[in-house]
């Protein structure tokens, strides 16, 4: 709200400048049309005194009057041209502000919304794990084997869960200042494959796909960094759509590149959002209304670690609905 004050103010104060500086360039435009007329009458007396000219027409051909002519002229050029100058850089200034105030206020929401999400996020597997831990020593005794083998993955899951996002944190945080390729030869057709097998296990209720064209595929890469990557993208896969997502992942090699591509058929992502989801902390729509958990590291760690192997990223729609992501990175580092 003061703010919005602050924003209706500046904004009065900004009118109020223009319209007193266009005041006050009218009343210098009319003094120097009145000084030019007044100089010119008295030089016209003047000469008429002087026997130095008869008619009107032999005053304004003479070399004085043209003279003071010129003057005016380009007294009157210098008003408009500071006029203009000033104009251009109030607007620019204000511009300038403008873009400065609403960069501020975004980059403001963003820190919000992480500080919302990452409390929630460290609050709930820790709660959870704490519940498990209490179940277990009050009814230790009574709990059946199975009953306590769901306790304990449940924990453990819990405990997963608390561990990605502190790497996330972390590898987000080197990602900025120090972050160094550990480059590895290996094969990234079954190191793919491994990832879905993974994310099958993690998550029974959807339908991965897999398909390669490059078996046997060797790059040189760093591992722990593309697990990040492609784990980032499927876990999004997922998350961002409904039970029974059908997701489907692609290798594809191009001479001394290859692509990987991860398409859903989830929610999918509006135009003007595509560009700003790969921001650190930026998350589609409001912290107070959405459902779906996260921090908004994952994309950010993404395309920093894609960067680093000199690769690309994009993101475009897929049909009828949801996202593709499809990364490109060369086989071998330079
Ligand atoms: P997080 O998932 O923790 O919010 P990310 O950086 O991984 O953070 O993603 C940023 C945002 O991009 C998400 O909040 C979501 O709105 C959007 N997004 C990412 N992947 C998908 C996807 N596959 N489908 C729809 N939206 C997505």
């Known amino acids: 709200m003061t703010n919005i004050r602050l924003r209706i103010l500046s904004f009065v104060v900004i009118a109020y400048m223009l319209m007193a500086f266009t005041w006050w360039s009218v009343l210098l435009w009319k003094t ?11 030089m016209k007396i003047g000469m008429i005194a002087e026997g130095r000219i008869r008619t009107d027409y032999d005053f304004y051909r003479s070399e004085d009057y043209l003279q003071l002519e010129q003057d005016y002229e380009r007294q009157q050029w210098m008003v408009a041209g500071e006029g203009i100058f000033f104009v251009i850089s109030l607007v620019m200034g204000v511009w300038l502000i403008n873009r400065g105030y609403n960069k501020e206020v975004h980059s403001t929401q963003q820190r919000r919304n992480f500080l919302l999400s990452i409390t929630h996020e460290l609050k709930s597997p820790i709660a959870s794990i704490k519940l498990v831990l209490e179940t277990i020593r009050k009814r230790r005794e009574k709990l059946l084997p199975e009953q306590m083998d769901k306790l304990t993955n449940s924990g453990l899951q819990e405990a997963d869960r608390l561990n990605t996002l502190v790497n996330d944190l972390l590898l987000s945080a080197k990602l900025e200042t120090a972050y160094q390729i550990h480059a590895e030869h290996f094969n990234l057709d079954e190191f793919l494959q491994d990832m879905i097998w993974k994310m099958e ?47 489907r992942m692609e290798l594809v090699q191009k001479a001394r590149y290859c692509t990987i591509t991860i398409a859903d058929n989830g929610i999918g992502i509006p135009n003007e959002e595509k560009d700003r989801i ?8 409001n912290e107070d209304t959405r459902t779906t958990k996260g921090t908004g590291l994952g994309l950010f760690i993404v395309k920093e670690i894609v ?17 593709i992501f499809k990364i490109t990175i060369p086989t071998r580092l330079k």
């Open 278 to 285: 790969f921001d650190r902390f930026y998350r589609v729509g």
């Open 201 to 247: 296990e993690r998550h029974s209720d959807a339908d991965f796909h897999y398909h390669s064209d490059a078996p046997g595929l060797i790059v040189e890469a760093d591992k722990m960094g593309l697990t990040s990557v492609v784990g980032n993208l499927l876990e999004n896969a997922v998350k961002y759509s409904r039970k029974g997502a059908v997701i």
């Open 307 to 323: 960067r680093a192997h000199g690769g690309t990223i994009e993101v475009s729609d897929n049909e009828p609905n949801g996202s």
């Open 32 to 42: 120097l049309e009145d000084a030019f007329q007044a100089k010119s009458y008295l």
